[in-house]
């Protein structure tokens, strides 16, 4: 990681506490709320790479991080990975749009906005999940 980039991170903290501070700060109901948790979120997920960064820099840490880099980047050109990760992202796609339905008929029988929220978070969600799973199944499978 560049020095510019280790800089921007910390701009990235910087500027999470400042949306935290105007979550606290402002009263416009839920949005400081929402305010807040986000400013949190932008914070944390910049002072976890930095975390990150540091403890992959250490000496007695380099050398493995190195070697996993380089295993990432062989995997990455890898013919059968990509296909296999183009296979499971398509598959993950099909079965979230039919959540996606799915939920938007649900939300529609309970007559909620809530709920379509939560369908469509947990749709999102699996989706992810979905694709690990695939991929890691698929890997196997060859």
């Given at each position: 990681m560049k020095k510019r980039d280790r800089m921007l991170l910390v701009v990235y903290i910087i500027i999470g506490a400042a949306v935290m501070l105007a979550g606290l700060l402002s009263d416009i109901g839920r949005y400081s709320s929402m305010l807040f948790a986000g400013g949190f979120a932008f914070s944390l997920s910049?002072?976890?790479?930095?975390?990150?960064?540091?403890?992959?820099?250490?000496?007695?840490?380099?050398?493995?991080?190195?070697?996993?880099l380089h295993q990432q980047q062989i995997d990455l050109k890898d013919e059968r990975k990509v296909q296999l990760r183009h296979r499971a992202g398509y598959i993950a796609w099909a079965a979230t749009m039919i959540l996606c339905f799915a939920g938007a008929f649900a939300a529609s029988l309970f007559q909620g906005n809530a709920q379509l929220v939560f369908v469509l978070f947990g749709a999102a969600a699996a989706e992810y999940v979905g694709a690990t799973v695939i991929y890691k199944y698929l890997c196997r499978k060859m």
């Open positions: 910049s002072f976890l790479q930095l975390v990150r960064y540091w403890y992959h820099m250490r000496p007695e840490n380099r050398e493995k991080y190195q070697e996993k």
